[in-house]
């Protein structure tokens, strides 16, 4: 017998060779951190050797050998191995990650963005490019779309500068890329540094049982006696909206609303302030004048302007109500403390829903029981069978990257495979407050006609279950499920040949239109119907409380107005400046957005640090997509609510027409083809009854 132990098998990368999972979906268990670095540089020499390729053709330039190559970059391969790893790595850093990958991020993000301009500062490249742009065939409506994106992507990357201005780029887009991922990692340390740990049973007046028994377990899970409360938003939203401890509320609103301020190696007021002045240094030697000019000119809204003329419209018109909905929350508070009782912003939630239950009777607890997340889930999953014909089965032989999440085979009405959904929905140590869709494949039609199918994630951060409950929802969160399950569909519908088309590569302005038309349905009997029963007795929501839910939608509609578009000015005000941002963040803020603001603001408290969005999410210049998108979406479900909300006609021309398209042509022309018109705002305003129809 040979005694010699057998040799250990050499590990493989992952990443260079085919999965062999089904439909070719990532297999996480086999990833090791070491595997990221290797496929990263390997992936970068691959785009080396393959962009040498095009540039030292022999042949004049055309839209095949020079537009599509530079677009797929595959070379011989049947992916790209650069696309492989970034975008299981940049999933991975949002939703799981650690130590080690943070280091890593950090490490790759300079290599990157250096790679990323040696492609567009590349002259040969854009020489070619350039040429075809100028003498290319006639071109079908998504090959000119491809073209203009891709030469404009050129201009707007810097091929035009000069050598000097190139090194200049440079050395901003890659300072700006590691400040933008040191302001994510920062404000994730900062949110999961921060417990209240509570141990007298007193400190839990006022909390429904579902928040004390979710912050025992908490407490029970990290190795602690008592209650754990957390600034994720299960924990933090039950906390601030129902506790009777105004000193504990205030402890909570205040960590989070300082998040990042302090004075420890977590603060990220100075990385604001340079991630302002590094955009608009890019933007000014790019020819603009401010980021904003930059921005705007790929945007639906075009300018500054029409930003400004939107949310100064919905401040004309939301404000007067905002101030009453104020107002009247104040004087209840002052009816039940006395006089002399002034809210304060940790009050503002608590006396909110004191306003809800005494007009409404309504509050989030008496729904929860019917809305156990496997039937919201089913109910979701329904709604687009109803609307689109596809379906959904989980195959537990799909590879996952951590136990909470699960993964579907979606099927279209022919029976025939449309996507992989991986669906994420709880929060943990490693993972970033929010909500998001992003994909781990996007769709394309490869040079042999094969559809290649794309693989959508939805990662949310949702009520967990506890030790003798399900995961109950609120119907925020049904709302939330559905806005990021529009982004999906976005993404699983892509029917388009190229992949930097697909799916939700549009305009920023027009990405939320197809997540914000999936919240009308929260609301909407017919579908609370589908799936909405009580998780214990298997009775359905009553007709009553979807009666007070349906009268209750507006509740409050014209502050939560009013918030987002104070947002949007103080995005603009950082991103429309021409010069030098050298004030203090935190009194700048308030002044930018003081036209919004309708409730008390605190000298300490701060957004900006905190603002994922508009400092590291990809949303500056462009927060006022939101609403720019609300006014789409409240237009299109008109629609619906016209032909029927659940019209499998009007459904297949909203995916013919939005859904599947992506970014192939303008959106307008897409949106006009839908909806036969532009849109206006009367739709949004009549539904949040703000104006009536005559």
Not at 112 to 134: C, I, M
Request: include cysteine; charge should be negative; aromatic fraction near 12%.
């Amino acid at each position: 017998m040979n005694g010699n132990k057998p040799e250990k098998e050499k590990h493989i990368n992952p990443f260079f060779v085919p999965y062999n999972t089904p439909h070719d979906t990532v297999p996480f268990n086999r990833i090791q951190t070491a595997d990221y670095e290797e496929a990263f540089m390997e992936g970068i020499r691959r785009d080396d050797e393959e962009i040498d390729k095009i540039v030292n053709d022999p042949e004049t330039p055309t839209f095949e050998n020079t537009v599509i190559r530079v677009d797929t970059s595959k070379g011989e391969h049947y992916y790209d191995l650069l696309d492989r790893v970034s975008n299981v790595f940049s999933c991975m850093l949002s939703a799981e990650t650690n130590d080690d990958l943070d280091a890593l991020a950090q490490k790759m993000s300079p290599i990157l963005t250096k790679h990323a301009n040696d492609v567009t500062l590349n002259k040969r490249l854009f020489e070619r490019y350039k040429y075809v742009y100028e003498h290319h065939r006639e071109l079908t409506p998504e090959e000119h779309t491809l073209l203009e994106k891709g030469y404009e992507g050129f201009v707007r990357s810097g091929a035009l500068l000069d050598d000097e201005g190139k090194a200049r780029l440079r050395k901003l887009t890659e300072e700006a890329g590691v400040l933008a991922l040191r302001f994510s990692q920062n404000l994730l340390k900062e949110n999961k540094a921060f417990e209240l740990l509570l141990s007298d049973e007193r400190q839990l007046e006022g909390l429904p049982p579902t928040a004390v028994e979710a912050a025992r377990k908490s407490a029970k899970d990290n190795g602690k006696e008592g209650w754990l409360f957390t600034l994720d938003f299960p924990s933090y939203n039950p906390f601030m909206t129902y506790s009777t401890q105004r000193d504990l509320r205030k402890k909570m609103y205040m960590a989070r609303n300082t998040e990042c301020t302090h004075d420890n190696d977590r603060n990220n007021l100075e990385i604001c302030k340079r991630l302002i002045n590094l955009r608009r240094e890019t933007a000014q030697l790019l020819g603009y004048a401010t980021y904003a000019d930059y921005v705007l000119k790929e945007r639906m809204a075009s300018n500054t302007a029409n930003v400004y003329k939107l949310l100064n419209d919905l401040i004309a018109a939301y404000k007067p109500t905002a101030i009453e909905e104020v107002d009247e929350i104040e004087q209840l508070a002052r009816k039940l403390e006395g006089d002399d009782f002034k809210v304060q912003p940790w009050d503002f939630s608590y006396y909110s829903h004191k306003l809800q239950m005494e007009r409404f009777n309504l509050d989030a607890e008496m729904l929860r029981p019917y809305f156990k997340l496997e039937n919201v889930i089913k109910g979701v999953f329904g709604l687009a069978t109803r609307l689109y014909g596809i379906t959904f089965s989980e195959n537990k032989n799909i590879p996952v990257y951590h136990p909470d999440v699960k993964a579907y085979e979606v099927f279209d009405g022919d029976g025939s495979y449309l996507a992989v959904l991986y669906a994420d929905f709880h929060p943990r140590k490693g993972k970033q407050g929010g909500a998001w869709m992003t994909e781990f494949r996007g769709q394309w039609i490869d040079h042999k006609g094969n559809n290649i199918r794309p693989q959508v994630s939805l990662v949310m951060n949702l009520t967990k279950p506890t030790e003798d409950k399900p995961a109950l929802l609120t119907l925020g969160e049904v709302e939330t499920f559905l806005h990021e399950f529009g982004h999906s569909l976005h993404g699983m519908f892509a029917n388009t040949r190229f992949a930097s088309l697909s799916g939700t590569n549009v305009w920023w302005d027009f990405v939320e239109l197809p997540s914000q038309f999936m919240e009308n349905y929260a609301v909407e009997k017919d579908f609370l119907r589908t799936f909405a029963f009580h998780y214990q007795t298997g009775e359905p929501l009553p007709d009553e409380l979807i009666g007070r839910i349906v009268r209750s939608r507006n509740f409050m509609a014209a502050y939560a107005c009013m918030r987002q578009v104070s947002f949007g000015l103080l995005d603009m005000a950082y991103y429309t400046k021409s010069d030098e941002f050298k004030e203090d963040i935190i009194p700048f803020e308030k002044k930018a957005w003081q036209e919004a603001m309708v409730t008390r603001q605190l000298p300490d408290t701060c957004m900006t640090t905190q603002f994922s969005h508009i400092m590291a999410g990809g949303y500056a210049a462009g927060y006022y997509s939101y609403k720019w998108a609300e006014v789409l979406d409240a237009d299109v479900f008109s629609v619906f609510k016209t032909n029927g909300i659940f019209d499998r006609k009007t459904a297949q021309s909203f995916r013919d027409n939005i859904l599947s398209k992506g970014g192939t042509e303008h959106p307008m022309t897409l949106y006009k083809r839908f909806r036969g018109q532009e849109p206006t705002i009367d739709a949004l305003l009549e539904r949040n009854g703000i104006r009536k129809t005559t």
